[in-house]
Each structure stands twice: as C-alpha cells, then as structure tokens.
C-alpha cells in the first residue's frame, strides 16, 4: 500500500498570500512529482525531482517552486496566489524510472 | 510530444456489463503505462501497470492490454459493479513523467 501524504486537502487562501503544499511519504522513493488538475482536465506534470538536490521542471510552466533536502519531503510553493492559481495538486512517487507511480490524495486550492 | 487520447470520453451501463475502455499514444518509447482510477475530487488509485515488455496484466476483475507498437492500450472491466464509477485514466510513462489522457468518465447503474 502506497504511502504518500499531503496537507492540506482543502485550503482557500486571498490573493497575494505565500503558500506551501507539503507532500511526504515514507517508502523510500528517489523519484517525486507534483501534478496541476484543473478541474474537469487533465492532468500535467509540473515539477519533478529524482532525489535530494535535485529538481526539474515539468512539461506544464508554473509560478511555483518546489525543494528536495530529504528523500521524504517534496514542498512546493507558491510566492503569491493569484486566482489562476485555483486547481487541484497532487504529489507522486516511485522506485524509479521504470516503477509504479503511487499519488496522494490531493491538495484543492481555491485563491479568492 | 507525447499525446494520449482516450476513448470514450463518457460511459453509462448497466450493472453486470463488460466494458471495454480504449486509450491510444503517439509516442511508443514508453517504459511502462499505467491505468488509474479518479474519484470525484480525489487523488489517483493505481490499478494497473503494465511494463513496455508486457502484453498483458490482470488484477480481478481489471485486465489491461499493451500494443506498444501500434500505441494503443485497453482496459478490460468485466461484471462491472455501480463501485467501478469513477474516471479512469490511462498514463503512459516516457521515464520523467506520466502523460495523461482526458479519461473516460464510467456510470455503472444498478
């Protein structure tokens, strides 16, 4: 069973406020994503890192950043919500390349 | 860049019915693909993972197909139950990312 937590689930925030999505897990996976779902679309990939140190941009541009200082923990943030910023994100993990990806349960984020 | 359409976009059956979902892509040097199941507002639940050498996998009542040459990938439901309502998505993986097909929204009626 997959192992992977995020906080908050739901958080509605004013324009101009900084924000930080925590995602963790606990199986030891080198590999970490952060995923944008607007709702009723698709999903895209928008941050990526394949361990401590490292991070990559995904194929969907985004104002936010995320960190990688422990294998567990994969931030990300946003230095200003803005509307646009209303979407669903979910964080990821795998073994590697070639393993099964496991997601959390979300994190709703509506910016008023 | 890698395209993933998944068809249909929407189905309602009744319970008790074989379902036959369909997902095709345009780029066949993919690892594996995965087949996911979305609850409204909810995060993903992984059903299946098929590796790019693999033709076939099942689990239950799930059986997913891989034609990597040609692109295409099917998930097989069968005695579908009013549970299986949800939207499943497939993602093939190119090894950085999964790319995800709009889904195919399923109502399984009682």
């Known amino acids: 069973e997959a192992d992977i937590y995020q906080t908050p689930r739901y958080l509605v925030i004013g324009t101009g406020k900084k924000i930080t999505l925590e995602c963790s897990q606990t199986m030891g996976h080198d590999k970490m994503y952060w995923y944008q779902q607007d709702p009723g679309m698709e999903l895209h990939l928008i941050h990526y890192?394949?361990?401590?140190?490292?991070?990559e941009k995904g194929d969907l541009s985004s104002e936010s950043t995320v960190s990688r200082i422990r294998t567990e923990h994969f931030p990300l943030t946003l230095e200003s919500a803005r509307p646009s910023h209303t979407s669903q994100y979910l964080c990821a993990s795998s073994r590697g390349l070639s393993y099964e990806q496991y997601f959390g349960p979300g994190t709703r984020l509506t910016v008023t | 860049k890698q395209e993933v359409t998944q068809i249909p976009a929407a189905l309602s059956v009744p319970e008790g019915e074989n379902l036959v979902l369909n997902c095709s892509f345009t780029?066949?040097?993919?690892?594996?693909l995965q087949w996911f199941r979305q609850d409204p507002g909810k995060g993903l639940t992984s059903l299946l993972l098929?590796?790019?050498?693999?033709r076939e996998q099942t689990s239950g009542r799930l059986n997913a197909s891989l034609d990597k040459s040609s692109g295409r990938s099917t998930l097989y439901i069968a005695a579908s139950q009013p549970g299986d309502s949800a939207t499943y998505l497939c993602?093939?993986?190119?090894?950085?990312?999964?790319?995800f097909g709009g889904g195919t929204r399923l109502m399984v009626k009682p």
């Open positions: 098929i590796q790019s050498s693999q």
């Open positions: 993602a093939p993986n190119a090894g950085n990312m999964l790319t």
């Open positions: 780029d066949s040097a993919i690892y594996n």
């Open positions: 890192s394949y361990g401590v140190n490292s991070t």
